[in-house]
Structure formats: C-alpha cells, structure tokens
C-alpha cells in the first residue's frame, strides 16, 4: 500500500435496534474483505495478487491496439468486396476479442478477477454509506434519525464505527383514496384486503412501491388497458408529536380523456408472417371462435392456435391473460416470437397477434460429464426436431444419447466405467389423445399447455458384470395450470421389454447364493415383461429452483401401478422355471423440498423424501430391478457410497478395504431420507455449505437373506443413518460444481449401543477410519 493509505479491516454499526441491520450493513462501501476466522487470511486477496503478478498492463494495451488496427483493414476489405463469409466471420471475432481485451484492461487477468483487491479506507466512499444509510432510514420510517462516524487507525489497518440514533419509527394513522372514477373506487373496495399500506403498519417507502404496482396490476387486469403506475401519486404527511403519518394515494385524470376507461376487445387478428426469405404467395385466410386467422401458407390448425388464446372478442382486457397466451403459444414451439399488440378506437381494442415460423427442422448436440460414485463419465447426445410435423402443431423428434458413466461394481471390482446407449423416437401432439379427443376438449384444456407424448425406445447398458438391453413404448400425457405453479403426468401406458444377454459367471454366482438362500433377485434378471401406468404432481411454491431472497417450496408426488392388466388374465407365478418373468408392483414417491433464505448471504435448504414400493401377485415378492429404492450417493446420504446404505440394521457383506468397504448394491422397497444444509456465501463465485443427513431403506416384510432389514415402527427410528459434513461450491449461475466431504455418524449396521461412530475421529485420524469419510463431486445443488 502507499503511503497514508490503510486497509479497511472492519466497518461496525452501533445502535441498530429496530431496523434491519443487514440491509444497513449492506449499504455500506466498500465492503471489507472475507477472511478466514483465526487465520486472519483473506484468500480473496491472495488470489488477487497472485494474478496481478502475472498480469502485464502494456501488453494488454498494446494486442488491443494490434486487433484494433486488424479490425480496421478487415473493415475496409468488407466495404470494397462487400459481404464476404470468412471476412464477416474473421470480423465477429476480432469484435468478440476486443470486447475480451478491455474486459481485462479494465478488471485484469482470470486471477484478479476471482480474487478481490485489498479494500482501502476512502472518505468518499464513507460519505457515501452515510447517505444511503440515513436515506434508507427515512424510506422505512425513521423520520427523526441521525448518523455519524467514528475511524481508528492501528499500523496500516483501519476499524469504522457508524453510530445510528433511529429514533422512532413513525407508523399510518390513516390511508386515503382520491379518485373521482366510481369504477377505480369500487376494484379498490374489492381488494382492500390485500392492500401493502394498512393502519398501524410502520410506514415503508417499499410498501407503497408494492402498493402502487398491485393497483396497477389489479386495474390492468379488469379493463383499465391505459392506466399506468404514472397516473397514481403518493404524499405524505407527518406527524412528528404523535409520530404517525397520513397517506394519500391520489388517481391523475389521463391527458387523453376525462377520465380513466374499461376497454374491451372488439376484433382479435392472428397472423402468421413468412419467413424473412420467402415471399408469402399463398396466403390463406380463416375464421374461428372470432378470431380472423391470416397464414401465408395452409400449413396450420387454427384449432389449436385458438385454443391457446385465452382471451375472446368481447372480453374486457385482462393483461396477465394475454400475457398468459403469448407464453401458452411460445410453448407451442412453433414460432421465432409471439407478439401482441393492441389498437384502440375509444373504447374497443383490436387485438393484433404476430408471429413468424420457426425453423422446420432443428439439430442440437450436446457433449458434456456425468458425474455418479466420484467418477466423471463423458457423454455425447443428440436431438433432431421435426416441427409442425402433421400440420397440426405436432413435433417429430429423435434423440441418441451415448456414453459412459461412473458405476461401482456389484462384484467386488472397485469403479468402472458402464457404457450406455439410447435411442428414441417421440411425437409429441399438443393436444390431449384418446380418450380426450374432440373439439370441446381441446377448446377446454387448452389454456393448461396439453402434451400428448408417444414414443418408443431402445436401451443399452454394458456393465462389468452383466449386458442389459430393453425396448420402451409410451404414452404420456402432461398438462399445468396457469403460471406453471403445479405440472402433472400420466403415462397411461408405459411398456417395456427387457434381457440380459450376457451376466459374468461371479455376478450369476451371487444372484445363485441369494436364490438358495430364499432371495427371487435373479429374477429380476430374467426377461421381462414390464408395463405400468403412473401418474406424477410437481406443486411448486413461490417458484422453487431460483435461489433468490425469497422462500419457495416443492412438492413432487409419484404413484405407480406396475402390471395392472395382470389382474385380469390367469398369468403364472414366478418360479424357477419362468422363461419370461412379469412383475406386478404399487409404487408411491413423496418428495419435498424448501429453501428458506436467512438473509443476503445465508440460507436454510432441507428436503424429505419418503418411498414405498411393493410387489404383489405374480411378481413372488420382486421388483423390476430398476423399480428398487436405493439409499447412499451424492444426492442422498452423503457419507455412503451410492446405493450401499442399509437396509436397516442388516449389516451388509463387507469386503476386502475394511469395515465400510461395502461391495455390493442394497435394493429396498421403502425409503425415507431427510437432508438440511446451511450455506453461506463465502466471496466470489465461491459458497460453502454445513450439513447433515439422516435416512435409510428398508424392505417390507422379512428377508432371511438380510436380517434386520425388514421395517418395523418399534425400531425403524432406531436405524437411522445420520451422516455430517461440510460442502464447497463454486457457483457461476450457469454451472455449480459441488464438492461434499460428509463422515458417518450413526451407523445402523452396528450393534445397538455401538452405532454412534463419530468417535473415530481424532487428531491422528482425521477422517475417521478408512472409508468412513466420503468425498462427493457432483454438478448442481444436491436439492
């Protein structure tokens, strides 16, 4: 540092009692630099100045000019030939590296940019966070509040103490309407419930901002198409005795009229524009439900476009429905956009859709790593998309997916690679099929987005141990309500035949031992025959998956009938004898999750989930293999190895590396699992996380292979698994890499009295013993 300047080592607020001292304390500039507790090691600024190191400032400057000047001459060649392809390509890059260059002129290299440099103390930047502070204060109530500031200097670092008088808090005495508009005075008495500004609140300038756009929205929403949050003014009055103040919201006549009117939609036009490279020769004109459809080619239903408008001619304007159907034709997938414009003539309004197609035919590929049992696996898969496929909004798609994925061996042999393949064929028809054919069905479910999907596939999986292929059919049906808050599926027929070409004589072996010893497993090897119908609900609350400062929920619900149409015909059991094994099966999944933010920087995450599945009549007490709960992994208690946990107290074959070396896979027909995280942002992209899991598996009824793993309510609590750790995430908002240390601390395997095996660890084994601690590396947020 240079002479006279210091660091800002602390900045601390004094007298923060009934305001929030996290937004004060946010306010304040600069902030000081994240250090790690004891240590008093900021490695934000190490990195900082490790990369400012390598960064040489004159020669940044000097390619920049180089590219510049290289720009330029690409210019001139583009204004002499005109508009050559490698010419405008070589032009969009050299743009794209300039643009690169002063980024790094202005922030410097990869280095500094994750880092953070020494933050300094600055006069002007105190001066500021008083501002905004005391600013803060008068928006939220605190009329008679004062602030000053005290610096104290100690060798090269400075502390900053900000001392706030809030004084106290004015709160509304009373609310006032002024409006001369019967028809605004009467929407405000209907929503007067949930007004922001009631009697006896403390006054928020913020409560009158959510106050102004809910009026907005409510008079949008009921005709008033002209109105804006520009016509509504707030003032108010203090009263510094009584410390109250009066609010007066007063409604501003338009400049255009004598007062504020209810339009209506008088005439609704859909049109479907060319291409920007075709002439539109052959456009064709239709009419339904009121609706004047214009096409520049017959190549539409406008049965299904209609229904996707949820406005009629006739209707009052209703914004959040016409914004509600410009989502609900995007979702179609048909078009580049969607616009819709509004015409007015007084007090009617012809409503103009436009949209213009999209490209018939789409390829997308993706290459990417999957990341199971620590072990990344490269993949590789496409989709071609055939849109508008029989004119009538459908789309023909084909995906293949290859690649290799991590998979622990079920015969003792460590990690390997499983090679996968898959391919499919879908039609998705954007409208409900049999039984819900028909006009007045689709003009019904239409403003719920309904999908039709069918769609056969083939599989492929090569293991160490055994080679496993299948061919699937389907048909599904998914629709969601308005703003997307629940999404539902039905597959009402979900078939699939399955074979296992090839299983290693060590793998037959085991599944031999288990068949002698009264477990079916093998059978779920056989080829089979399996068909299901199923049906899934997502409820999500408050918009759960955009981690913002608010709290949101999740609820996922799965039934499923395995085998149903078994009931009905006189197929045989199961038995050693079976060449082709059918399997009838119940199965049901609860899955919630919650995400509660403490403040700015903290947060709560935990999620329950609860399974049971459970096989009946020809099945003889199995389940399609992949119908099996399994406990353990990245996404599920963390410090068991995927699918090694439980089930119950059974204490699982153990191999050669110890005493949590546990070699093979747990199939369960219960589940119930439970995981709480804390995480708190630590600078950067850089967050952490605490946490702790608790769960296990069970099976229904008694399995003489694996004693104590049968449930039972007088000791199921008793064999809990509880697992603790601590997580690293690096967040970059398109990508977060996760990486979880978690340690087993009750093991229910163990003996009653000897299962709390925390202990192990100590000074001289950190880890505990060997295979106690799991390290997880995933990619995104384990829930």
Do not use: C
């Amino acid at each position: 540092m240079k002479e006279g300047e210091y660091a800002l080592f602390e900045n601390d607020l004094e007298g923060v009692e009934k305001s929030e001292e996290e937004d004060l304390a946010g306010l304040i500039q600069p902030e000081t630099n994240f250090r790690i507790p004891l240590l008093n090691v900021s490695p934000g600024v190490t990195i900082y100045r490790v990369g400012k190191n390598f960064f040489d400032s004159a020669r940044v400057a000097r390619i920049t000019l180089e590219k510049k000047q290289e720009l330029e001459q690409i210019k001139a060649q583009l204004d002499t030939l005109g508009d050559d392809r490698k010419l405008l390509k070589k032009e969009e890059k050299l743009e794209s590296r300039i643009e690169s260059l002063n980024q790094k002129a202005e922030f410097g290299n990869g280095l500094m940019r994750t880092g953070n440099p020494v933050a300094l103390l600055d006069s002007s930047l105190i001066d500021r966070s008083i501002k905004n502070m005391s600013g803060y204060l008068q928006n939220n109530g605190f009329f008679d509040s004062s602030l000053d500031y005290e610096v104290k200097t100690k060798g090269k670092k400075a502390f900053v103490t900000y001392r706030i008088k809030e004084g106290t808090p004015y709160k509304i005495d009373s609310v006032y309407s002024r409006t001369d508009n019967e028809e605004i005075r009467n929407q405000l008495k209907r929503s007067a419930s949930k007004s922001f500004l009631n009697v006896g609140n403390k006054y928020s300038q913020d409560d009158i901002i959510s106050e102004r756009d809910r009026l907005e929205g409510i008079l949008k929403n009921n005709g008033f198409y002209m109105f804006s949050k520009s016509y509504l003014e707030y003032y108010v009055y203090t009263d510094s005795v009584n410390k109250k103040v009066q609010i007066e919201q007063r409604f501003q006549k338009p400049t255009f009229a004598e007062k504020h009117r209810v339009y209506t939609v008088d005439q609704i036009n859909f049109r479907v524009n060319p291409p920007s490279d075709e002439f539109a020769d052959r456009q064709v004109s239709k009419e339904l439900k009121g609706i004047d459809f214009n096409f520049y080619r017959d190549r539409y239903s406008e049965k299904i476009l209609a229904s996707r408008v949820l406005f009629n001619k006739g209707d009052i304007y209703n914004r959040n429905i016409v914004i509600e159907s410009q989502k609900q034709l995007s979702n179609l997938d048909l078009f580049r956009f969607v616009n819709i414009t509004f015409d007015t003539l007084g007090n009617s309004l012809t409503a103009n859709i436009f949209t213009q197609p999209a490209q018939k035919y789409q390829l997308t590929n993706q290459v990417g790593l999957s990341i199971t049992e620590q072990l990344p696996g490269p993949f590789f898969s496409t989709s071609l998309r055939n849109r508008n496929f029989f004119r009538g909004g459908e789309i023909l798609e084909f995906n293949f997916r290859a690649g290799l994925e991590g998979v622990a061996s079920a015969t003792n042999q460590g990690v390997y690679q499983s090679r996968e393949l898959g391919v499919s064929g879908s039609v998705i028809f954007p409208r409900f099929l049999i039984p819900f054919g028909g006009n007045r069905a689709l003009d019904r479910f239409g403003r719920y987005n309904p999908n039709t999907r069918t769609q056969i596939g083939y599989n492929y999986t090569n293991r160490p141990e055994y080679t496993r292929q299948g061919v699937n059919g389907l048909l599904s049906y998914t629709w969601s309500t308005l703003s997307n808050r629940q999404q539902f599926t039905i597959n009402m027929a979900d078939i699939s035949y399955i074979r296992t070409p090839r299983i290693t004589p060590e793998f037959e072996q085991i599944l031999l031992d288990l068949a002698n010893q009264g477990n079916n497993l093998i059978w779920s090897f056989l080829p089979s025959f399996v068909s299901s119908i199923s049906g899934q609900a997502i409820i999500n609350f408050n918009r759960y998956g955009d981690f913002q400062s608010r709290p949101s929920s999740l609820l996922r619900l799965f039934a499923e009938s395995g085998g149903t149409t078994l009931n009905f015909t006189n197929t045989q059991d199961n038995n050693e004898n079976t060449e082709i094994a059918n399997f009838q099966w119940l199965k049901f999944q609860a899955d919630f999750r919650r995400y509660y933010p403490l403040d700015k920087k903290q947060t709560l995450a935990y999620r329950f989930n609860f399974g049971v599945a459970q096989p009946y009549g020809v099945s003889s007490g199995i389940l399609p293999y992949e119908k099996y709960f399994f406990a353990g992994g990245g996404t599920s208690i963390r410090a068991w190895q995927a699918r090694r946990l439980g089930p119950g107290s059974f204490s699982a074959r153990r191999g050669e590396g110890g005493r949590y070396d546990y070699p093979f896979e747990e199939p369960a027909e219960m589940i119930i699992e439970s995981m709480f995280e804390y995480r708190r942002k630590l600078y950067g992209y850089f967050d952490m996380a605490l946490f702790i899991d608790v769960g296990n598996s069970w099976v229904i009824g008694l399995d003489q292979t694996r004693p104590g793993a049968d449930f039972r309510f007088d000791r199921f609590y008793k064999e809990l698994a509880v697992g603790t750790g601590i997580g690293l995430r690096m967040d970059f908002d398109f990508l977060v890499i996760r990486l979880d240390l978690a340690t087993k601390a009750i093991d229910p395997s163990e003996p009653e009295g000897e299962r709390w095996v925390l202990d192990n660890i100590s000074f001289n084994r950190p880890f505990g013993l060997k295979g106690q601690t799991v390290l997880n590396f995933g990619i995104g947020y384990p829930f």
